[in-house]
């Protein structure tokens, strides 16, 4: 741990390409924006990636607030998050070159991206909870600039201001806990937190409703239930930003938070298991409405809703570390299957309904590979990266309760569905569509050639304990989370689990493979119109939430309309009044002189007789 | 106290004289006696109360009144040139 300058100057990188491009941003032009926005954020990664190599780096601005200072610590978990963000961000931003050729928005949404990227990490390196705040809602602002970025049309609008205003819910819940950990312990750093909570002498009960809070705040922004509506409506952004913040970085934020604040959760059976319900329910709610979308962003933006269930329940079930190595093989197999339904939406001119795609496979070659590698990582296919985390996150289930495991395995079922239809729709088949599909250029390619490398390759780093005994991700997370420890599974357990998820992986891959090419039977379709309505949630909130506070505030407005009508008649009245008072100005200058002596003579007897 | 009874008669003339003539001049002629009425008001008073406070207002009078004939005669001079009429009772035009 080393005190430096320059880790405050991984966030200014971005931060100035904000400003930058946000001030000059015309005058830069297409592509250089682009280039440059690229290329500060590779900047962040290397220096990112030189601190942690060095064992981490911290810096400090002593009394930011009073008592409270500006901190950042760069530790290995928030090193492994930087470099998935300040990374697979490269990699978007790249992608993103060619993706918004053209478009009239061009460097206004580089500048955007930065923005997003600075506040993310700020949010990653921040050590004092104040500090995470700013990166919070700096994420959140730039979500919501980004979602609404083709604002014109008011779908975008009104997407981007749902997004804000449901994650408006969580971060009270962020600052509710953030004011009772400060009554309780005077400090909001997190390093002195573990610390506090350690050395003991407070009420437990208090810090559970802490740790309630901080988990409202990871349900907000993490889109899970029962907050998740507003991650599907956020797809009516550019892609890029579908892959960068509402795949791979920022809506993980929440299970980051969580992690952050393990030696809280730990041990608290009643956080643990509600965690572990909403991210079950988040799971199969994710994977279920995937199974009925026909847009392809859609569909795409259902699985990670499914997949950040799948963390929560690692958080939950008290594998910290496997929640960061699921965000790690999620960031890079969920970016490019963005990436590749980007490619594909940029190849057919904009098109996003899947009933007018297939046949892709034979259009675009390349396109199709990283779409078959995205689909078997993300359906859990032996070696890809997907199946290392998921198989890390149901053998710890498994340690919680074997019903647990068993339902995280259907869930993992629904997965493989989801991820196979998506393929089978998009690229199997015929084209049903009238466009002429091209393939997209070199720019948007190679981001997604090191994407593929990523979704295959990096799970090998946290392979279970019975192939790799010593496995790298593990012990460097537990460095800065924290040692819980924890039985190991038996050999042979661990190894008919890891061969059940492996082979059920398979067989519901195939399964779907062969289902979806054919004719949909009744009872799918009928499934799938309510999948289709997100099961109707969004009606739901929209009867029992949404509608009586519209009707309060049409009350309220018709109830300031009176108000206003009061005033006004006060005025009129008073007009009146004065109109009254004028008719005595009769231009006649004698009557004045008369009025003049007359009140001099009432003056002066009143003078007189008083 | 002749100089009293001076005064209310000048001033009455000059309340009377205001209310009746027609012409601009001789209203703003009528309304100089009434100011010196209250002048010569006011130095007999100073006589009666052995002060020379009152006679000390009274010269701030005669010059401020100085000046006022200046200004009011003008104006009646700028009217006549505009209407090339000094009656009031023609001049009604600033009305509520």
New interface residues.
């Given amino acids: 741990m080393q005190e430096t300058f320059l880790l405050p100057l991984i966030i200014a990188l971005p931060l100035l390409g904000f400003v930058l491009l946000g001030l000059f941003g015309k005058r830069i032009g297409e592509p250089a924006a682009g280039w440059l926005a690229s290329l500060l954020v590779l900047g962040s990664f290397l220096l990112g990636l030189v601190l942690l190599l060095q064992g981490g780096a911290r810096w400090a601005l002593p009394d930011w607030l009073p008592g409270i200072p500006f901190s950042l610590n760069l530790d290995n978990l928030s090193g492994v998050m930087l470099m998935v963000v300040a990374g697979v961000g490269f990699l978007i931003h790249v992608w993103a070159i060619g993706y918004m050729h053209g478009d009239p928005g061009y460097s206004r949404f580089f500048s955007y991206f930065n923005l997003f990227i600075a506040a993310m990490l700020v949010l990653i390196l921040g050590d004092s909870l104040p500090v995470v705040f700013i990166g919070w809602e700096g994420v959140g602002l730039a979500s919501y600039l980004l979602i609404g970025f083709w604002y014109q049309e008011r779908l975008n609008a009104d997407s981007a201001r749902k997004a804000f205003i449901v994650n408006r819910i969580g971060d009270l819940g962020f600052l509710l806990a953030m004011g009772l950990l400060w009554s309780m312990f005077g400090t909001l750093s997190i390093s002195e937190l573990v610390e506090k909570v350690e050395a003991g002498g407070y009420s437990f009960t208090t810090l559970t409703l802490a740790g309630f809070f901080l988990l409202v705040g990871a349900i907000g922004k993490s889109a899970q239930v029962p907050l998740m509506v507003w991650l599907p409506d956020a797809m009516a952004g550019p892609t890029p930003v579908s892959a960068l913040i509402h795949a791979a970085t920022m809506v993980t934020a929440g299970v980051y938070l969580l992690v952050r604040h393990a030696f809280i959760l730990h041990g608290d059976s009643f956080l643990s298991g509600l965690i572990v319900v909403i991210g079950l329910l988040t799971a199969f709610y994710g994977a279920l409405c995937s199974l009925g979308q026909w847009d392809i962003k859609r569909i795409v933006a259902y699985t990670t809703l499914s997949q950040l269930g799948f963390m929560f329940v690692a958080v939950g079930v008290g594998a910290y570390w496997v929640a960061i190595f699921h965000i790690v093989t999620h960031a890079f197999f969920k970016a490019l299957m963005f990436m590749t339904s980007g490619s594909v939406i940029h190849a057919l001119g904009g098109e996003q309904d899947v009933r007018k795609m297939g046949g892709m496979r034979k259009y675009l070659p390349a396109t199709h590979l990283h779409g078959l590698i995205a689909t078997f990582a993300s359906g859990g296919l032996v070696p890809l990266a997907g199946f290392w985390s998921k198989d890390a996150i149901l053998a710890y289930s498994f340690e919680y309760g074997p019903w647990l495991w068993f339902l995280m395995l259907m869930a993992s079922v629904l997965a493989a569905l989801y991820s196979i239809r998506w393929y089978v729709l998009v690229f199997w088949g015929e084209y049903r569509g009238k466009e002429h599909p091209h393939e997209s250029p070199a720019v948007m390619l190679w981001p997604n050639h090191i994407l593929m490398g990523g979704a295959i390759g990096v799970g090998f780093m946290g392979l279970p304990y019975v192939i790799d005994y010593k496995n790298f991700i593990e012990p460097f997370l537990t460095k800065a989370i924290g040692e819980f420890p924890h039985e190991k599974l038996p050999v042979l357990t661990e190894w008919v689990l890891i061969l059940t998820s492996a082979v059920v992986a398979i067989a519901a891959l195939w399964w779907g493979f062969r289902f979806f090419q054919q004719k949909m039977p009744a009872w799918y379709e009928r499934f799938q119109a309510a999948a289709l309505q997100g099961f109707y949630a969004d009606a739901l909130y929209n009867t029992l939430l949404v509608s009586p506070a519209k009707g309060l505030a049409e009350l309220l407005f018709e109830a300031d309309k009176g108000l206003l009508a009061g005033f006004a008649g006060l005025g009129n009245l008073m007009g009146g009044l004065g ?1 009254l ?10 009557f004045y ?2 009025g003049l ?1 007359v009140a001099l003579v009432l003056l002066v007897g009143w003078g007189v007789l008083r | 106290m002749i100089w009293l009874v001076a005064s209310a008669l000048l001033f009455s003339i000059g309340a009377y004289g205001a209310l009746t003539r027609r012409t601009a001049i001789l209203m703003f002629l009528s309304i100089e006696l009434m100011l010196n009425a209250a002048a010569l008001a006011l130095i007999s008073f100073s006589k009666l109360l052995g002060s020379l406070d009152a006679q000390v207002v009274v010269l701030f009078i005669i010059a401020i009144a100085a000046a006022e004939v200046a200004v009011g005669l003008g104006l009646i001079v700028a009217i006549f040139r505009r209407r090339e009429t000094t009656g009031v009772d023609e001049l009604r035009q600033l009305r509520g």
């Fill in positions: 109109s008072l004028a008719k005595l100005e009769t231009g006649a200058l004698r002189l008369a002596l």
